[in-house]
């Protein structure tokens, strides 16, 4: 097998990870493609007989991680009347998000990226506290810590209370 | 009020409970319905979530992504280097025994037909096809040589599943014990509907739209299908 054709059958797994970590599939699938890239071009750093999975869980996360940052900063940085100009239109960017996007995948957003994130790695791709926490590089008790709040949170958000 | 709180509530519920605190929660449980509850209602929320997300994984890869990897794929020798292949011996020679006995379980249970016949007028599954639509669940099929894509409940009810192999793909439909083939395609083996992945998924695509009742059924459900024979 190659890295290539093993990278092939895990990106099902890939792609869900980056859909439950972004605004909605198509933002998910701008993200998969950036950590497949970078996956690719950082394929001599992978160690054969680790496990590829959460290498590439944890290429994504940092990325996302990135772009998340970077989106803070342009926020703070552009003059509030450049901003007045993208108004009307980032007005309607959330309106349409607003319709397309489903209860759970704006609970999702609403989520502090950390909780996010532990979030999407136990509940939605399935990993293990063990697993979980070495790809986000944090204790086990940190781990479900933000497990704790991050459901908490979502059981409001989704009306899922008893 | 007991002494189990939410952490251990959520850590039965993801599966991380040792077999002791697992049976003192069960116990807990057994005796406070308002405990019960908080239980049920971690599951459901795994269960909506993961269900939620769980169309995406089943989709297949977009063509951009595939041609992404084809392309390193030129550029970087597609196989490792023999050495390495070599120490890997040991497993190739597994496969090989594991394709041999197949073969030879294949036969005995079909004889030499394909994976489609035609039966009462319809072309319907059989052999390692119709075992793969029967038993493989979308949820757990690392190595299988078909892979189930989506399986959906159709309008007037009854199941359907989709699948992709090596020399076709295609919607199968549960028509009393058999899959009848709604759709055939050419497989991956086929370079041109390889290479045309979209074209054939859109095609797939097209089909289950037009049969899908509803959404498509998360892993529990497939599971809840499975067990019941796809009835």
């Given amino acids: ?162 | 009020m007991t002494d189990i709180d939410e952490a251990m509530l959520i850590a039965w519920v993801d599966g991380e409970l040792d077999e002791v605190t697992r049976r003192r929660v069960d116990r807990a449980v057994a005796e406070d319905a308002a405990l019960a509850e908080r239980l049920a209602m971690h599951s459901r929320l795994r269960a909506r979530l993961s269900g939620h997300y769980a169309p995406i994984e089943a989709e297949p890869v977009p063509p951009a992504m595939r041609a992404q990897l084809e392309n390193s794929a030129k550029v970087a020798p597609l196989v490792r280097p023999a050495p390495a292949r070599w120490r890997n011996w040991g497993m190739a020679g597994a496969i090989a025994a594991s394709l041999v006995l197949g073969l030879g379980i294949g036969q005995l249970a079909s004889g030499p037909a394909g994976p489609v016949a035609v039966q009462h007028d319809v072309m319907v599954a059989r052999g390692e096809l119709a075992s793969a639509l029967d038993t493989q669940l979308a949820s757990a099929q690392e190595g299988a040589a078909i892979r189930i894509g989506l399986s959906f409940r159709r309008k007037g009810g009854g199941w359907c599943r989709s699948f992709e192999g090596v020399a076709l793909s295609g919607v199968a439909c549960r028509e009393g014990e058999a899959w009848q083939l709604q759709q055939l395609l050419p497989g991956a083996a086929d370079r041109s509907a390889y290479r045309q992945a979209s074209s054939s998924d859109a095609r797939l695509m097209a089909t289950m739209e037009a049969l899908m009742d509803g959404a498509p059924a998360d892993a529990a459900q497939e599971a809840e299908a499975k067990a019941k024979g796809w009835h």
């Avoid at chain 1, 190659?2 to 605004?23: G, K, N, Q, T």
């Avoid at chain 1, 950036?34 to 590439?56: F, N, V």
């Avoid at chain 1, 926020?75 to 996007?101: C, I, Q, S």
């Fill in chain 1, 1 to 162: 097998m190659s890295f290539e054709s093993d990278l092939l059958a895990i990106l099902p797994r890939l792609r869900r990870f980056a859909a439950s970590l972004s605004r909605d599939s198509a933002d998910g699938d701008d993200l998969c493609q950036a950590a497949i890239e970078r996956g690719l071009k950082a394929r001599d750093q992978w160690q054969p007989g680790t496990r590829l999975d959460s290498w590439m869980y944890r290429i994504m996360r940092n990325l996302w991680i990135d772009e998340a940052r970077a989106r803070q900063r342009a926020a703070r940085t552009f003059a509030p009347e450049e901003a007045g100009e993208h108004v009307g239109h980032a007005g309607d960017r959330d309106v349409e998000a607003h319709v397309m996007l489903s209860d759970v995948d704006r609970a999702m957003q609403s989520l502090p990226d950390e909780q996010r994130e532990a979030i999407a790695l136990v509940l939605v791709e399935g990993l293990s506290y063990k697993e979980a926490a070495q790809v986000l590089d944090i204790p086990m008790g940190t781990l479900t810590s933000r497990l704790v709040r991050g459901r908490g949170a979502l059981i409001e958000l989704l009306g899922e209370a008893a």
